[in-house]
C-alpha cells in the first residue's frame, strides 16, 4: 500500500483511508479468490444512493460472458453516509455450487425503494478443491 506523498511545499492533507467498515481498514482484493459454495465478504461502495431499503441481486457470468444464473447475496448492513454522500454496505455473496474452477464475472444490481438501480460488476476466481492437483 503506497499513499501519496507531499509535493514540493504543499502541506500534508489528511485524506481518509478510502477503504473502511465499521472504522476498521481493510484492503479490497483487485481478483478474488473464492471457492463454489463458500461465503464471502463483500463491500459495496455507492454515492448518493436514497434512503430506504436496498434489494441486492448477484448474478455470475462465466469468462465468456455466458449468464450462469444467480449467487446467493445477503446485505448485512447499511452505514450511514459520509460528508461526501458515500454509503458503505456490507455484504455476504456466497457462489453458486457446482462452479468449476476458473475465472468468472459478478456482477450486483441494487435497487432502491424508488425502483432506481445501481449496478457494479467485478472479476472473481474459483479456486480448485483443496488437495486435488492440476
Do not use: C, W
Not at 15 to 31: G, I, L, M, N
Amino acid at each position: 500500500m503506497v499513499r501519496e506523498a507531499p509535493r514540493g511545499q504543499q502541506p500534508q492533507q489528511d485524506v481518509p483511508y478510502p477503504f473502511v467498515v465499521q472504522e476498521r481498514p481493510y484492503v479490497p482484493a483487485s481478483r478474488p479468490l473464492l471457492a463454489a459454495g463458500q461465503p464471502a465478504a463483500v463491500a459495496l461502495v455507492g454515492y448518493h444512493l436514497p434512503a430506504g431499503n436496498i434489494k441486492a441481486e448477484a448474478r455470475v457470468l462465466a469468462a465468456d460472458g455466458k449468464d450462469l444464473g444467480v449467487g446467493d447475496l445477503q446485505i448485512a448492513r447499511r452505514e450511514n453516509p459520509d460528508a461526501a454522500g458515500e454509503d458503505r454496505l456490507t455484504a455476504t455473496f456466497r457462489p453458486p455450487q457446482g462452479l468449476v474452477p476458473g475465472e468468472y464475472q459478478l456482477v450486483i444490481v441494487l435497487t432502491d425503494e424508488q425502483g432506481g438501480t445501481h449496478n457494479s460488476a467485478t472479476r472473481f476466481v474459483v479456486a480448485s478443491p483443496a488437495g486435488a492437483s492440476g
